[in-house]
């Protein structure tokens, strides 16, 4: 597993069960929550690149999918606001589909993974309840540092 992408979802997972939801009042959606984290990606010596997500709230989210949706399958989609295209496409020659992730909670969403791509077409949906997408937006800071790391092992 890649150790970058693998500590952005080790922090979101973490800080999930670490935090409470937030209840919907006015004190509530007034205070933002302040426990939204980043990694370094080191680039051998270079300047540090971070990785932040733009969701303050994200914790929340997989917190409340893991809890009340009790989902058994959450599809990770990281996308990247500060890039035209996704940097995780570019000189990513031994990585299928890196923008990707999985999360398992169950025995039946390990399933679901060993099944063929298009399951839920052929169990007419069935398969899919309790899977969830959760697109998570990422940027990088400085500006342009994670595009410009060369390997694959660099990114992922």
Wanted: glycine share 6%.
């Amino acid at each position: 597993m890649s150790a970058t992408i693998a500590m952005i979802l080790l922090t979101v997972i973490v800080s999930a069960r670490a935090t409470t939801p937030l209840a919907i009042n006015d004190s509530a959606t007034s205070r933002q929550d302040q426990t939204t984290s980043s990694y370094g990606v080191s680039d051998r010596g270079n300047a540090s690149c971070r990785l932040t997500t733009t969701d303050p709230f994200i914790h929340n989210k997989v917190h409340h999918l893991l809890t009340v949706d009790a989902a058994t399958l959450i599809n990770y989609e990281l996308h990247f606001t500060n890039y035209s295209r996704n940097p995780l496409s570019i000189n990513m020659a031994g990585v299928y589909e890196a923008n990707k992730w999985s999360r398992v909670t169950t025995a039946h969403g390990q399933t679901l993974l060993s099944l063929a791509f298009n399951y839920g077409v052929l169990s007419m949906k069935t398969l899919t309840l309790g899977t969830e997408t959760l697109p998570v937006e990422l940027r990088d800071w400085p500006h342009g540092c994670f595009g410009e790391l060369v390997t694959d092992q660099q990114k992922v």
